[in-house]
Protein backbone atom coordinates (compact mmCIF):
# COMPACT_ATOMS: atom_id res chain seq x y z
CA UNK A 1 0.00 0.00 0.00
CA UNK A 2 1.09 3.83 -0.69
CA UNK A 3 -0.12 6.05 2.16
CA UNK A 4 -0.47 9.05 1.19
CA UNK A 5 -2.95 12.64 1.89
CA UNK A 6 -6.41 11.82 0.45
CA UNK A 7 -8.51 15.05 -0.62
CA UNK A 8 -10.41 16.89 1.93
CA UNK A 9 -12.97 20.27 1.52
CA UNK A 10 -10.42 22.70 1.64
CA UNK A 11 -8.32 20.66 -0.75
CA UNK A 12 -10.69 19.70 -2.98
CA UNK A 13 -11.76 24.22 -3.12
CA UNK A 14 -8.35 24.88 -3.30
CA UNK A 15 -7.82 22.87 -6.93
CA UNK A 16 -10.94 23.87 -8.26
CA UNK A 17 -10.35 27.35 -7.59
CA UNK A 18 -6.57 27.26 -8.93
CA UNK A 19 -7.76 25.46 -12.45
CA UNK A 20 -10.75 27.58 -12.56
CA UNK A 21 -12.93 24.56 -12.40
CA UNK A 22 -16.70 24.81 -10.90
CA UNK A 23 -18.68 21.95 -10.58
CA UNK A 24 -21.60 21.41 -13.30
CA UNK A 25 -24.72 20.08 -13.68
CA UNK A 26 -23.81 18.99 -17.72
CA UNK A 27 -21.59 16.28 -16.34
CA UNK A 28 -23.53 15.94 -12.96
CA UNK A 29 -20.29 16.31 -10.94
CA UNK A 30 -20.41 16.37 -6.82
CA UNK A 31 -17.62 16.42 -5.59
CA UNK A 32 -16.44 13.96 -2.93
CA UNK A 33 -14.39 16.00 0.32
CA UNK A 34 -14.74 13.18 2.86
CA UNK A 35 -11.36 10.61 2.72
CA UNK A 36 -13.60 8.42 5.49
CA UNK A 37 -16.24 8.02 2.86
CA UNK A 38 -13.73 7.04 -0.61
CA UNK A 39 -11.97 5.04 1.87
CA UNK A 40 -15.04 3.04 2.76
CA UNK A 41 -15.59 2.67 -0.79
CA UNK A 42 -12.66 1.43 -1.32
CA UNK A 43 -12.86 -1.22 1.45
CA UNK A 44 -16.50 -2.34 0.36
CA UNK A 45 -14.73 -3.10 -3.21
CA UNK A 46 -12.34 -5.49 -2.00
CA UNK A 47 -9.62 -4.67 -3.83
CA UNK A 48 -6.19 -4.98 -3.18
CA UNK A 49 -2.39 -4.26 -4.82
CA UNK A 50 -2.94 -6.81 -7.34
CA UNK A 51 -6.52 -5.54 -9.04
CA UNK A 52 -6.75 -3.20 -12.15
CA UNK A 53 -9.45 -0.85 -11.61
CA UNK A 54 -11.45 1.42 -13.61
CA UNK A 55 -12.81 4.22 -12.43
CA UNK A 56 -15.58 6.66 -14.31
CA UNK A 57 -15.58 10.03 -13.49
CA UNK A 58 -12.87 10.81 -11.25
CA UNK A 59 -13.28 14.49 -10.88
CA UNK A 60 -10.97 16.00 -8.99
CA UNK A 61 -9.67 12.81 -7.91
CA UNK A 62 -10.64 12.07 -4.30
CA UNK A 63 -11.80 8.53 -4.53
CA UNK A 64 -8.81 8.03 -7.77
CA UNK A 65 -6.44 8.81 -4.38
CA UNK A 66 -8.19 6.16 -2.45
CA UNK A 67 -7.98 3.36 -5.18
CA UNK A 68 -4.41 4.04 -5.81
CA UNK A 69 -3.08 4.12 -1.49
CA UNK A 70 -4.06 0.16 -2.00
CA UNK A 71 -1.89 -0.18 -4.59
CA UNK A 72 -4.33 -0.70 -7.46
CA UNK A 73 -2.99 0.18 -11.08
CA UNK A 74 -5.74 2.89 -12.47
CA UNK A 75 -7.36 3.61 -15.36
CA UNK A 76 -9.65 6.58 -14.86
CA UNK A 77 -12.08 7.97 -17.31
CA UNK A 78 -13.03 11.17 -17.70
CA UNK A 79 -15.49 12.81 -19.77
CA UNK A 80 -14.44 16.62 -18.87
CA UNK A 81 -10.63 17.95 -20.64
CA UNK A 82 -9.73 19.91 -18.04
CA UNK A 83 -10.20 17.56 -15.28
CA UNK A 84 -8.70 14.41 -17.56
CA UNK A 85 -5.62 17.13 -17.76
CA UNK A 86 -5.52 17.78 -13.64
CA UNK A 87 -5.87 14.83 -12.51
CA UNK A 88 -2.05 13.56 -12.72
CA UNK A 89 -0.91 16.24 -11.56
CA UNK A 90 -3.13 15.71 -8.11
CA UNK A 91 -1.54 12.75 -8.02
CA UNK A 92 1.94 13.29 -8.48
CA UNK A 93 1.27 16.33 -5.89
CA UNK A 94 -0.13 13.93 -3.26
CA UNK A 95 0.51 10.58 -3.86
CA UNK A 96 3.47 11.15 -6.05
CA UNK A 97 4.87 7.09 -6.03
CA UNK A 98 1.42 6.02 -7.03
CA UNK A 99 1.36 8.48 -10.36
CA UNK A 100 3.38 5.50 -12.45
CA UNK A 101 0.19 3.16 -11.47
CA UNK A 102 -2.45 5.58 -13.29
CA UNK A 103 -3.57 6.61 -16.43
CA UNK A 104 -6.09 9.04 -17.14
CA UNK A 105 -8.60 8.53 -20.23
CA UNK A 106 -10.22 11.92 -21.55
CA UNK A 107 -13.89 10.15 -22.97
CA UNK A 108 -17.38 9.69 -22.43
CA UNK A 109 -17.68 6.19 -20.81
CA UNK A 110 -20.71 5.14 -22.96
CA UNK A 111 -17.91 5.11 -25.90
CA UNK A 112 -15.30 3.47 -24.06
CA UNK A 113 -14.78 0.03 -25.50
CA UNK A 114 -12.05 -2.80 -25.63
CA UNK A 115 -10.81 -1.07 -29.29
CA UNK A 116 -10.56 2.25 -27.66
CA UNK A 117 -9.82 1.51 -24.31
CA UNK A 118 -7.13 -1.45 -24.44
CA UNK A 119 -5.72 -1.34 -21.05
CA UNK A 120 -7.80 -4.21 -19.40
CA UNK A 121 -7.72 -6.59 -22.38
CA UNK A 122 -5.07 -8.15 -21.34
CA UNK A 123 -7.08 -8.96 -17.91
CA UNK A 124 -8.61 -11.91 -16.57
CA UNK A 125 -10.83 -9.77 -14.33
CA UNK A 126 -11.32 -6.25 -13.35
CA UNK A 127 -13.38 -3.88 -11.13
CA UNK A 128 -14.80 -0.96 -12.05
CA UNK A 129 -15.03 1.47 -9.16
CA UNK A 130 -16.80 4.95 -9.17
CA UNK A 131 -19.10 7.69 -7.77
CA UNK A 132 -21.09 7.83 -10.74
CA UNK A 133 -22.83 11.29 -12.36
CA UNK A 134 -26.63 9.90 -11.23
CA UNK A 135 -28.01 10.68 -14.33
CA UNK A 136 -26.41 8.38 -16.92
CA UNK A 137 -25.45 6.08 -13.76
CA UNK A 138 -27.77 2.41 -15.48
CA UNK A 139 -26.65 3.48 -18.82
CA UNK A 140 -22.61 3.05 -18.17
CA UNK A 141 -22.96 -0.04 -15.60
CA UNK A 142 -25.20 -1.93 -18.55
CA UNK A 143 -22.89 -0.75 -21.27
CA UNK A 144 -19.49 -1.82 -19.85
CA UNK A 145 -20.74 -4.84 -18.75
CA UNK A 146 -22.34 -5.81 -22.13
CA UNK A 147 -18.78 -4.64 -24.30
CA UNK A 148 -16.37 -6.10 -21.53
CA UNK A 149 -16.65 -9.53 -20.38
CA UNK A 150 -14.05 -9.21 -17.70
CA UNK A 151 -15.37 -6.73 -15.89
CA UNK A 152 -15.87 -8.75 -12.98
CA UNK A 153 -17.45 -7.15 -10.76
CA UNK A 154 -18.10 -3.41 -9.48
CA UNK A 155 -18.90 -0.90 -6.46
CA UNK A 156 -20.42 2.51 -7.01
CA UNK A 157 -21.77 5.21 -5.54
CA UNK A 158 -25.12 6.27 -7.04
CA UNK A 159 -28.28 8.26 -6.53
CA UNK A 160 -30.25 6.51 -3.40
CA UNK A 161 -33.09 5.60 -5.61
CA UNK A 162 -30.95 4.42 -8.26
CA UNK A 163 -29.38 1.86 -5.81
CA UNK A 164 -32.49 0.68 -5.05
CA UNK A 165 -34.04 0.24 -8.71
CA UNK A 166 -30.42 -1.94 -9.21
CA UNK A 167 -30.99 -4.41 -6.48
CA UNK A 168 -34.58 -4.54 -6.45
CA UNK A 169 -36.41 -7.65 -6.24
CA UNK A 170 -39.29 -9.20 -8.22
CA UNK A 171 -42.71 -7.51 -7.12
CA UNK A 172 -41.19 -4.48 -5.30
CA UNK A 173 -42.10 -1.12 -6.09
CA UNK A 174 -38.70 0.14 -7.40
CA UNK A 175 -38.29 -3.09 -9.63
CA UNK A 176 -37.81 -2.26 -13.31
CA UNK A 177 -35.97 -2.66 -16.07
CA UNK A 178 -32.54 -1.92 -14.87
CA UNK A 179 -33.13 -4.47 -11.75
CA UNK A 180 -34.10 -7.36 -15.04
CA UNK A 181 -31.10 -6.31 -16.81
CA UNK A 182 -28.20 -6.13 -14.34
CA UNK A 183 -29.59 -10.22 -13.23
CA UNK A 184 -28.61 -10.91 -16.46
CA UNK A 185 -25.51 -10.45 -15.14
CA UNK A 186 -24.83 -11.21 -11.57
CA UNK A 187 -25.97 -10.30 -8.40
CA UNK A 188 -26.16 -6.57 -7.11
CA UNK A 189 -26.47 -5.83 -3.19
CA UNK A 190 -27.00 -2.22 -1.49
CA UNK A 191 -23.76 -2.07 1.08
CA UNK A 192 -24.40 1.35 2.69
CA UNK A 193 -26.08 4.61 2.36
CA UNK A 194 -24.09 8.04 2.11
CA UNK A 195 -25.37 11.56 3.55
CA UNK A 196 -25.22 14.46 1.51
CA UNK A 197 -22.78 16.32 3.30
CA UNK A 198 -19.61 14.96 2.02
CA UNK A 199 -20.40 16.27 -1.05
CA UNK A 200 -19.22 19.51 -2.73
CA UNK A 201 -21.79 20.85 -3.87
CA UNK A 202 -24.29 18.79 -2.03
CA UNK A 203 -26.87 17.37 -3.87
CA UNK A 204 -30.32 17.50 -3.23
CA UNK A 205 -30.93 13.62 -3.07
CA UNK A 206 -29.03 10.62 -0.95
CA UNK A 207 -26.71 8.48 -2.34
CA UNK A 208 -25.89 4.31 -1.48
CA UNK A 209 -23.44 2.08 -2.80
CA UNK A 210 -24.23 -0.73 -4.74
CA UNK A 211 -21.85 -3.85 -4.95
CA UNK A 212 -21.99 -6.58 -8.23
CA UNK A 213 -20.57 -9.49 -9.04
CA UNK A 214 -20.72 -11.00 -12.11
CA UNK A 215 -22.09 -14.38 -12.90
CA UNK A 216 -19.29 -16.99 -13.48
CA UNK A 217 -19.32 -18.60 -17.23
CA UNK A 218 -19.88 -21.99 -15.77
CA UNK A 219 -22.24 -20.59 -12.47
CA UNK A 220 -25.76 -22.96 -12.65
CA UNK A 221 -26.81 -19.18 -12.03
CA UNK A 222 -26.22 -17.86 -14.88
CA UNK A 223 -29.06 -16.76 -17.36
CA UNK A 224 -26.66 -16.92 -20.13
CA UNK A 225 -25.90 -20.74 -20.40
CA UNK A 226 -29.99 -21.42 -21.02
CA UNK A 227 -29.45 -20.82 -24.58
CA UNK A 228 -31.31 -17.34 -25.96
CA UNK A 229 -29.68 -14.22 -26.72
CA UNK A 230 -29.54 -11.09 -24.29
CA UNK A 231 -30.91 -9.17 -27.22
CA UNK A 232 -34.03 -11.19 -27.29
CA UNK A 233 -34.39 -11.52 -23.83
CA UNK A 234 -33.93 -7.88 -23.34
CA UNK A 235 -36.30 -6.81 -26.01
CA UNK A 236 -38.57 -9.04 -23.81
CA UNK A 237 -38.01 -6.98 -20.79
CA UNK A 238 -38.57 -3.91 -22.73
CA UNK A 239 -41.99 -4.64 -23.56
CA UNK A 240 -42.73 -5.52 -20.35
CA UNK A 241 -42.08 -2.72 -18.52
CA UNK A 242 -42.80 0.08 -21.39
CA UNK A 243 -46.71 -0.05 -19.70
CA UNK A 244 -46.49 -1.38 -16.51
CA UNK A 245 -50.13 -1.74 -15.36
CA UNK A 246 -50.40 -3.92 -18.32
CA UNK A 247 -50.39 -7.73 -18.39
CA UNK A 248 -47.83 -9.74 -20.13
CA UNK A 249 -50.60 -10.78 -22.50
CA UNK A 250 -51.47 -7.07 -23.41
CA UNK A 251 -47.98 -5.87 -23.29
CA UNK A 252 -46.35 -8.70 -25.03
CA UNK A 253 -49.31 -9.51 -27.83
CA UNK A 254 -47.39 -8.71 -30.80
CA UNK A 255 -44.27 -10.51 -30.01
CA UNK A 256 -45.34 -13.15 -27.92
CA UNK A 257 -47.55 -16.26 -28.66
CA UNK A 258 -50.09 -17.70 -26.25
CA UNK A 259 -48.23 -21.11 -26.70
CA UNK A 260 -45.18 -19.23 -25.09
CA UNK A 261 -46.55 -18.41 -22.34
CA UNK A 262 -47.66 -22.07 -21.36
CA UNK A 263 -44.58 -23.41 -23.03
CA UNK A 264 -42.71 -21.27 -20.26
CA UNK A 265 -44.94 -22.18 -17.54
CA UNK A 266 -45.93 -18.55 -16.81
CA UNK A 267 -49.84 -17.33 -16.49
CA UNK A 268 -49.81 -14.46 -19.03
CA UNK A 269 -52.11 -12.76 -16.48
CA UNK A 270 -49.03 -11.43 -14.67
CA UNK A 271 -47.49 -8.28 -15.16
CA UNK A 272 -43.67 -8.26 -16.14
CA UNK A 273 -42.56 -6.28 -12.34
CA UNK A 274 -43.16 -10.41 -10.63
CA UNK A 275 -41.10 -11.70 -13.51
CA UNK A 276 -37.38 -13.18 -12.09
CA UNK A 277 -34.74 -12.83 -14.84
CA UNK A 278 -35.16 -16.78 -15.39
CA UNK A 279 -38.44 -16.24 -16.09
CA UNK A 280 -37.76 -13.47 -18.83
CA UNK A 281 -35.18 -16.16 -20.15
CA UNK A 282 -37.57 -19.07 -20.44
CA UNK A 283 -40.33 -16.91 -22.07
CA UNK A 284 -37.83 -15.64 -24.59
CA UNK A 285 -36.40 -19.55 -24.77
CA UNK A 286 -39.70 -20.61 -25.55
CA UNK A 287 -40.25 -18.09 -28.27
CA UNK A 288 -37.33 -19.21 -30.39
CA UNK A 289 -38.61 -22.94 -29.77
CA UNK A 290 -41.75 -21.82 -31.48
CA UNK A 291 -40.22 -20.35 -34.36
CA UNK A 292 -37.66 -22.99 -35.17
Same mark, same amino acid.
Given at each position: ????? @?????????? =?? #?????????????????????????????????????????????????? @???? =???????????????????????????????????????????????????????????????????????? @??????????????????? =???????????????????????????? +????????????????? =???????????????????? +??????????????? #????????????? +?????????????????????????????????????
Amino acid at each position: MTQGH @LLGAADIRRI =AA #QEGISPTKKFGQNFVIDPGTVRKIVREAQIGANDHVMEVGPGLGSLTLAI @LETG =ATLTAVEIDPPLAERLPQTVEEFMPDAAARLRVVNMDALKVTPSNVPDFNDDARFTLVANLPYNVATPILLT @LLERFNNLDAFLVMVQKEV =AERLSATPGTKVYGTPSVKLAWYGEAHN +VGNIGRNVFWPAPNVDS =ALVRFERYAADDPRNPQNRG +VERERVFALIDASFS #QRRKTLHAALKKT +VPAQAFENAGIDPTRRGETLTIDEFVALAKACKELEA
